[in-house]
């Protein structure tokens, strides 16, 4: 039985003149929904917007349905005077504050967080495999822990953050890590003990919603999925499916595991947060890169099921090769010589399937 998959993609709406974000993104949904139905929405703030794929039994399928989701959000955005730009963090400092949608949800985590949020402006990718029994989600959660900061580092492409380099790879999972219910979930020996915690840290006011913990796995609570959301957003189609396709292999191995009565690892919090933190800084590196052999060796027969080996060995190629999109954005600063060449490099890849 094949397994689905989807992405949730998440973009930034830039000015052509100033390459800075721009807070149009209600105009911008409004646009796109007559085409693209539910499968596009707004996000926290006013500068960004997201779009669904459904769920897609194949690599082949799931790179169409993002390629016209791009496309179709792209003409929508530029209906609008805006463009579309799959970017960790914003590139270009922009003038004044960025804007929070007007959504109760949103207003209450400004409410609890305050300035936390004021310069909270991320774009995520998170995928969706097919996992409808919560109790086995929580485990397989556990066994995919300790490979979290590997795609941290594996789809790091947030260097730049308001025109300045930060030094670090994945400068969205930074901003990220200062919260105190984002990142890796907790070790939890059963759904119940899930909730717990989460309860435990709702109470304390550190999350907004017990149902809805922002962990970078958990069970949807809305859907029969399993969601991944450790990744920055990937401005290559080819890379966004080649994680998706990975982390199907992953989940899939996992849940191997816990039936066969494996809970999983249980890596120090503390020091997953460290690996958390190096991954974000280096992304792509000669420890990243020996991490991931490993990884593949363990998922290799799941691969190899769903006849996604290629599209993983041409990944890793490519990271090898040319490097995060981190990489990315730094070779294309050093070749424009400054940051608005960085944007208009971001904003014809993310339209353009190459």
Not at 23 to 28: E, F, K, T, W
Not at 56 to 75: F, S, T, V
Not at 77 to 101: E, F, I, K
Not at 242 to 247: C, E, G, T, Y
């Amino acid at each position: 039985m094949t397994t689905t998959i989807g992405v949730e993609e998440e973009f930034f709406l830039i000015d052509p003149v100033s390459r800075a974000v721009k807070s149009l993104g209600p105009q911008v949904v409004a646009h796109a929904v007559a085409s693209m139905g539910e499968l596009v929405t707004g996000e926290f703030n006013l500068c960004q917007l997201e779009v669904k794929t459904p769920p897609c039994a194949d690599a082949a399928q799931l790179c169409d349905e993002l390629c016209q989701l791009r496309a179709a959000a792209a003409k929508a955005a530029m209906a609008q005077g805006v463009r579309l730009c799959a970017s960790g963090t914003p590139v270009v400092a922009c003038d004044g504050p960025v804007l929070v949608g007007d959504h109760p949800r949103y207003r209450a985590g400004v409410a609890q967080y305050r300035a936390m949020l004021d310069d909270f402006a991320i774009c995520s990718l998170h995928t969706h495999v097919y996992l409808p029994d919560a109790e086995v989600a929580v485990l397989v959660g556990n066994h995919l822990r300790p490979w979290l900061p590997l795609l941290v580092a594996m789809s790091a492409n947030s260097p730049f953050y308001q025109s300045k380099d930060t030094g670090y790879a994945s400068w969205r999972a930074v901003t990220r890590s200062r919260f105190p219910c984002l990142g890796p979930p907790p070790f939890a020996a059963s759904l119940r003990e899930h909730r717990e915690i989460a309860c435990a840290i709702a109470e304390a006011e550190a999350m907004l919603d017990v149902d809805t913990p922002f962990w970078d796995v958990r069970p949807n609570p809305r859907l029969p999925t399993i969601e991944i959301r450790a990744m920055d957003v990937t401005t290559d189609v080819d890379d966004t499916v080649a994680l998706a396709v990975l982390l199907r292999a992953m989940v899939a191995t996992a849940t191997q595991r816990v039936i066969a009565g494996d809970p999983g690892p249980q890596p120090c919090s503390e020091v997953l947060r460290a690996t958390y933190w190096q991954a974000a800084r280096d992304g792509w590196s000669p420890r990243a890169a020996e991490q991931a052999r490993r990884l593949i060796d363990c998922v290799m027969p799941a691969l190899q099921q769903h006849g996604d080996v290629d599209l993983v060995t041409a990944f890793l190629r490519r990271l090898e090769h040319h490097g995060t999109g981190a990489h990315r954005q730094r070779a294309s600063a050093a070749r424009h010589g400054e940051l608005t060449g960085v944007v208009d490099d971001l904003i014809a890849a993310t339209a353009g399937h190459t």
